[in-house]
């Protein structure tokens, strides 16, 4: 038996308990779960059809296309008077090649109330169990400018590495020109991080927007950073400097792109949809969704996350 | 340099998969309270079924400490391996560094990096983190969640052990994990076996022997009392080896 290598892994089984709810319902529950990865995707809970409430669900016309996988068929999820369109799909026949998930329902997952692990809320988008993030003290010398002015000089930072993304250089407040920094109204989800709140910085008579963020009360896979303030490696605005090297700026991933693209709307239902234009990390959803998974500018429900 | 431009190379066969991919992180390997490597260039060199292995640019290691041995292995993907002894004023690792000056064909670059066997040295530390255990895995998640499982665990026919409050580990590529409160175990059969051992991500865990009747389990349990931050949730809760139990029931029925 050929085992893939991790990072090859696709259609793997999760031992994970899921449990999905809107409008009161559970509309599935499942301890015999599957989890799709696909690389420059988020992974997608899949459940089995035996799990699923489909007498909740009504077909529709909608249909999208991946060139990968073939054609998936949406479902409305109707609970009482509570509607949501598209919310459910399924590959009723996957093209050959790709993974068998004949049998099996996704949801969409901004459509739904409440995503549950075991007794657990999660948020955003389900856990990638082959990525971590490790946010480790360092002696690096690092050097932010913004706008022209340092905001930044320290000594002692904190190092985030989350597998396949850019190092993130978090710096204490003490040694951020913190009279600079104003409270935005931005804020991000993450499902390994968790909630940041964003600061603009003002610099030379100018503002730069959403320049640097924070988390305040991060998971604890990164209890580290904890109220340290970080600088975007992405921005022509601003430049870091690790122990005398300037960093080479790196490209804005793509679904760091808020708000979607209008070229990225869905068609009419019915319409076929090309997957590999949807700017927000999934292959799959109902039309009409221009929310950003993977970082959302004023989404998610907040409550949830004043008490992590 | 951006995560997609750094070096990432894989090989191997139907049986074992290798890759060597840059590590961003600031890695150093100290004996006797000398760096005897440190850089901001290792690779990882990962195989399956092996825990990953830091290799260090030969520029960036303290040859000066290396003395070299007899000592010679080959392994089919990576060719000829020789070994150096490291010694630092009178502490001595025998046999503890070792390179593959000529890699086997199809094999990515090794011949320029050196590894170091990691108990044979005092200290390792990512920037300023010390390690324990072993080199992080970039690919290796440890998610420890609250259920409402019903977990009972029976040794000798007798139920030491029964909750409706687990907290499920789980491991990329292990199997389910389940701790449970000492409240909800009979920590009474439960006595200290002095044994220990060192996890990258969960920290040091001490073992516990059962009695239950005159049969002693040897290790039938862990904790771990002071987890890294990151997995606040275990600090001091007891999960049963399986395999040393009768049987660990979820929901009535044995664990996967």
Redesign the interface.
Known sequence: M??????ESEWIES???VSVSFGGAQLASSTRMMLLRQHGFLPVYYFPAEDVRVDLLVPTDYVTESPYKGIATYWDAVVGDRVAPCAAWSYLDPKPGSPDTRGYYSFDWHSMDAWD????RLYVHA??????A?A?????HVQIEVGGTLVADTRRPV?L?E?????RYYVRPEDVRMDLLQPSETFTLCPYKGRAGYYHVSSNDERYEDAAWQYLQPL?????VAGHLCFWNERADTTIVV?GEQL?P??MRRFFAVPAPESARRGRPGERQHDFSRPNGRAEGPPDTVVDLAVERAGGRTEDWVTL | ???SERSFT?WGD??T?L?FEAS???VRAVLADEVVAGS?HAMLL?E?GYAPVYYFPLEDVRTDLLEESEHETTCPYKGEARYWTVAVRDRRAENAAWSYPRPAPGTPDLGGYLAFRWEAMDEWY????RLVGGA??????V?A?????HVRVLLGGVVVAETRRPC?V?E??AP?RYYLSPDDVRTELLAPSGTSTACPYKGMASYWSATVGDRTVEDVAWSYEAPP????KLAGLLCFWPERVDVIEIDGRPA?
Do not use: N
């Open positions: 050929v085992r893939p290598a991790p990072w031992p994970r308990r692990e075991e007794t657990e856990r990638d169990p082959y990525l971590r490790d480790l003290p360092s002696r690096r190092l590495f597998t396949g993304l850019v190092t604890p896979d990164v209890a580290a122990d080479e790196t490209p | 340099m951006s995560a894989t139907a049986e998969s890759a961003p992180r600031s901001k990962h399956s990512e920037e300023d983190d992080r895995d970039p690919y290796h998640r998610d969640v609250w259920s409402d499982r499920l789980f990329t590529e389910t931050p990151e997995q606040p996967p």
